[in-house]
């Protein structure tokens, strides 16, 4: 081992990161358990698989991989802009979501700015502000006992605290991993409020999945306001998280600066295809959103029989209290071999965050609950 610590030679903003913590792969669980059969509600995985439509297009062109993709992701950049009637200059392709999350920070935050975002939001947005050696300005959330948006955005407090240092301001609409929604008249009134030169970036990853009216589709707000930046990710409904392909759209000068850092090949040949035949199967996504709803309904249900309380969720996945440290029914459920996700890096030890499953996985799940809550 060397002597020389090398720790020390990082940035001070990375030496500080605790890294993401994702869901635990089915092959690493069994492994230690030395157990099969186990599901994983943990990430918020599409339970259908990917769309049909990609797969075939996917195959399509593997006798090509010797050759680098299109770097400007032509064909599904046209695609995008006649779906969301934007301009393909408009568009940012992105290595999943979360690298043009990433390219926005590294773009717009400079050591002395604090984006806001709040409290239980998605860990990539302070991560990334903490490895451009910045702060993220976090706002407190909603009570959980709030009405109609427990633990969900306080977009009157986030308002507040912008400030010319802010330059980037963070809502997930619905928001991982409280699964809470922001209304299409909240929202709009908030942009209308915000200063015009400070970047509101609304991130859409579970856009599919939201059923009410009053849920605001912000891509057609893009003219109105120019500050006004939408991601929207193949991972979540479309079920191609293991392919990573995301996007933003915005001004045509903010897609100028993101495109600038993007890396060259950043989104893969068989993502570019794949993201582009996704787009067109409008029978999977069908099939996705009526299976969560029936999932969500049921699990919301049980979960709430059990003497659990699930919040209301705007998503393909549910935020549940507990009532007590989670990590005991976690480890029991992982002993059952149901993978759901511990969120006490986000400041909610006694929640679980549990990703609609098919019928069957949804059963088992709440089978494996009662089971474990009779035994204890
Ligand atoms: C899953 C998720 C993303 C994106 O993931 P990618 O796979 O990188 O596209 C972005 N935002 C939120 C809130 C998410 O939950």
């Not at 977009?155 to 609409?173: C, G, H, P, Q, S």
């Not at 009053?214 to 500050?227: I, K, R, V």
């Not at 392909?245 to 794949?274: C, E, H, K, T, W």
Request: hydrophobic share 40%; net charge negative; charged share 20%.
């Amino acid at each position: 081992m060397s002597t020389i610590d090398f720790t020390r030679l990082a940035m001070p903003g990375v030496q500080q990161l605790q890294p993401y913590q994702p869901g635990k792969p089915i092959s690493e669980l069994e492994r230690e358990l030395g157990i099969s059969n186990s599901i994983k509600l943990a990430s918020n995985e599409n339970p259908l698989g990917a769309s049909p439509r990609a797969l075939t297009a996917m195959a399509s062109v593997v006798g090509e991989l010797g050759l680098y993709p299109d770097a400007s992701g032509y064909q599904l950049k046209q695609k995008l802009a006649a779906r969301h009637n934007v301009k393909p200059q408009q568009i940012t392709l992105g290595n999943g979501s979360n690298d043009v999350l990433v390219m926005l920070v590294e773009a717009f935050i400079c050591p002395k700015c604090q984006p806001v975002m709040s409290q239980y939001c998605f860990a990539v947005y302070p991560l990334a502000t903490q490895a451009a050696g910045a702060k993220p300005m976090i706002i407190d959330a909603l009570p959980a006992d709030h009405p109609t948006m427990p633990l969900g955005h306080d977009l009157e407090a986030m308002l507040t605290a912008v400030d010319e240092y802010t330059r980037l301001i963070f809502i997930a609409n619905p928001n991982n991993p409280v699964g809470s929604q922001v209304s299409a008249d909240a929202l709009r009134s908030f942009l209308q409020q915000v200063p015009e030169d400070q970047i509101v970036v609304v991130d859409e990853a579970y856009t599919e999945y939201a059923t009410s009216e009053d849920y605001p589709d912000a891509s057609q707000w893009l003219e109105e306001f120019p500050n006004l930046v939408v991601t929207r990710t193949f991972s979540k409904a479309y079920g191609l998280a293991g392919l990573r392909v995301g996007y933003a759209l915005s001004n045509p000068q903010i897609a100028d600066m993101l495109n600038r850092i993007r890396q060259p090949f950043n989104v893969n040949s068989l993502a570019l295809v794949a993201a582009e035949a996704a787009l067109d199967d409008h029978d999977f996504i069908q099939r996705t959103r009526e299976m969560n709803q029936t999932g969500l309904a049921y699990l919301s249900a049980e979960l709430s029989a059990l003497g659990f309380k699930p919040l209301p969720s705007a998503g393909n996945f549910v935020l549940v209290d507990m009532g007590e440290p989670a990590k005991r029914w976690d480890e029991a459920l992982l002993r059952a071999g149901v993978i759901t996700r511990r969120v006490d890096n986000y400041g909610l030890p006694n929640y679980l965050r549990i990703t609609i499953g098919t019928a069957e996985q949804n059963q088992r799940l709440v089978d494996a609950l009662r089971s474990i809550r009779d035994v204890n």
